[in-house]
């Protein structure tokens, strides 16, 4: 069952993000915590109703964490990593998300659904496009590829990583 985020799930979603984080390990629990709320936390606070959970009716299997425009996220939130290369695409893809299944709950669709969730409800408000950055290297890609994301930018970072803009236009019937 999807359904949308609740203060209780909180404690769920922190462990099935650091689950699927490539962080591991960090100098102090204060930073720990401000991993969390750059990546995960402003979203359940500020957008909570862009956000959705996937449950089983005990635990949670997943999360869609999202707000539906990123000018609106940069003026209440702190841009994460990478997201400021890609500005020139916001208009066109102006929603953005983070998501991420349990370990043992991938690759039996439960991420797709959160997708066509969010979709609905970008259709219902009538917001243009949706957007993820990732790594290109990332085997994620393949995920989002087959859930149409099929407009793709790369971009070398300052530090010489390469980040990747997806995007997916949200067609309106």
Not at 53 to 82: H, R, T, W
Not at 112 to 122: F, G, H, M, N
Not at 136 to 145: C, K, S, T, V
Request: proline letters at 3%; one cysteine or more.
């Amino acid at each position: 069952m999807i359904r949308l985020y609740t203060i209780d799930d909180e404690e769920q979603i922190r462990s099935i993000f650091f689950d699927n984080s490539v962080v591991r390990n960090f100098s102090s629990s204060q930073k720990k915590e401000a991993f969390f709320q750059n990546w995960c936390g402003q979203y359940l606070k500020l957008f909570a109703s862009w956000c959705w959970v996937a449950s089983d009716g005990k635990e949670i299997l997943g999360y869609l964490i999202s707000c539906p425009d990123m000018d609106l996220f940069q003026s209440q939130c702190q841009l994460n990593p990478g997201q400021q290369y890609f500005s020139h695409l916001w208009q066109k893809f102006p929603a953005h998300f983070h998501i991420n299944c349990s370990l043992n709950s991938q690759g039996r669709g439960i991420g797709s659904q959160l997708i066509k969730q969010i979709e609905t409800r970008l259709k219902s408000e009538k917001i243009p496009g949706v957007h993820l950055i990732t790594d290109p290297a990332n085997r994620n890609i393949n995920f989002y590829g087959k859930n149409d994301f099929d407009f793709r930018e790369v971009k070398l970072t300052e530090s010489g990583d390469q980040i990747m803009f997806m995007g997916k236009e949200v067609k309106f019937s």
